[in-house]
């Protein structure tokens, strides 16, 4: 009789997929409420009827809030660095990608409400410090990936290699927030695709490199 010595791996390989897709649906739950009903309108409760759960299911994956937002945070990250990996696969041109990375960045935001909501709330909101410290660590590691494709298109000569590559990122997050801000006070009035499209089309005259002198 031949024993299956892989079933016991297999079953914890399945458990432990099972227990990711958990937390990653706590996580999505929790994104949601933080949209619908702001930061302080997130409850275990909340989150576990949204999900069709007991709280004490909650607690089989997070021991609390706090744990909580530390997935939100995660998987706020986990989306932004998706987007660019989808764009560096699709596209070669650099200025092609980042202007898909911004495209797609809006449409992030809009299909998940809670991100602008809970950026724009965690200072004062009884947030932890480290989770606060997470959320940067996510942005940073956003910036860090646009700033990569800049400097690979400064040295395929695609982009002004006159401007700092680190700048150029920070710039390029800031076609989004203010747009973002807005739509957000705006309830989704404000036409956030129209506006970083408009910011899109000055900010890409920024990459242009300048013409080569005449000999």
Same mark, same amino acid.
């Given at each position: 009789?031949?024993?299956?010595?892989?079933?016991?791996?297999?079953?914890?390989?399945?458990?432990?997929?099972?227990?990711?897709?958990?937390?990653?649906?706590?996580?999505?739950?929790?994104?949601?409420?933080?949209?619908?009903?702001?930061?302080?309108?997130?409850?275990?409760?909340?989150?576990?009827?949204?999900?069709?759960?007991?709280?004490?299911?909650?607690?089989?994956?997070?021991?609390?809030?706090?744990?909580?937002?530390?997935?939100?945070?995660?998987?706020?990250?986990?989306?932004?660095?998706?987007?660019?990996?989808?764009?560096?696969?699709?596209?070669?041109?650099?200025?092609?990608?980042?202007?898909? #990375? !911004? =495209?797609?960045?809006?449409? %992030?935001?809009?299909?998940?409400? +809670?991100?602008?909501?809970?950026?724009?709330?965690? /200072?004062?909101?009884?947030?932890?410090?480290?989770?606060?410290?997470?959320?940067?660590?996510?942005?940073?590691?956003?910036?860090?990936?646009?700033?990569?494709?800049?400097?690979?298109?400064?040295?395929?000569?695609?982009?002004?290699?006159?401007?700092?590559?680190?700048?150029?990122?920070?710039?390029?997050?800031? #076609? !989004? =927030?203010?747009?973002?801000? %807005?739509?957000?006070?705006?309830? +989704?009035?404000?036409?956030?695709?129209?506006?970083? /499209?408009?910011?899109?089309?000055?900010?890409?005259?920024?990459?242009?490199?300048?013409?080569?002198?005449?000999?």
């Amino acid at each position: 009789m031949d024993v299956n010595h892989n079933s016991p791996k297999k079953n914890q390989n399945a458990q432990r997929l099972a227990t990711e897709v958990r937390r990653e649906q706590i996580a999505l739950a929790a994104l949601h409420l933080i949209g619908t009903k702001g930061l302080e309108g997130m409850s275990i409760a909340g989150i576990a009827r949204e999900i069709g759960l007991v709280p004490s299911a909650i607690y089989r994956h997070f021991k609390g809030k706090n744990e909580i937002l530390d997935a939100v945070n995660d998987l706020i990250r986990d989306r932004l660095l998706g987007l660019v990996a989808s764009v560096l696969k699709e596209k070669n041109d650099p200025v092609a990608q980042l202007h898909t #990375l !911004l =495209q797609r960045h809006v449409a %992030l935001v809009k299909t998940h409400i +809670g991100i602008p909501r809970y950026v724009f709330s965690v /200072e004062g909101s009884g947030v932890s410090k480290d989770n606060n410290q997470r959320l940067y660590g996510a942005v940073q590691a956003y910036l860090a990936k646009v700033t990569h494709i800049i400097r690979q298109g400064q040295a395929s000569g695609h982009i002004n290699t006159e401007m700092d590559a680190a700048t150029l990122a920070f710039m390029f997050l800031g #076609l !989004l =927030q203010p747009a973002i801000f %807005l739509h957000h006070l705006s309830g +989704g009035l404000f036409d956030i695709e129209e506006q970083t /499209e408009r910011a899109w089309t000055i900010f890409s005259c920024t990459l242009t490199p300048p013409p080569s002198p005449l000999p």
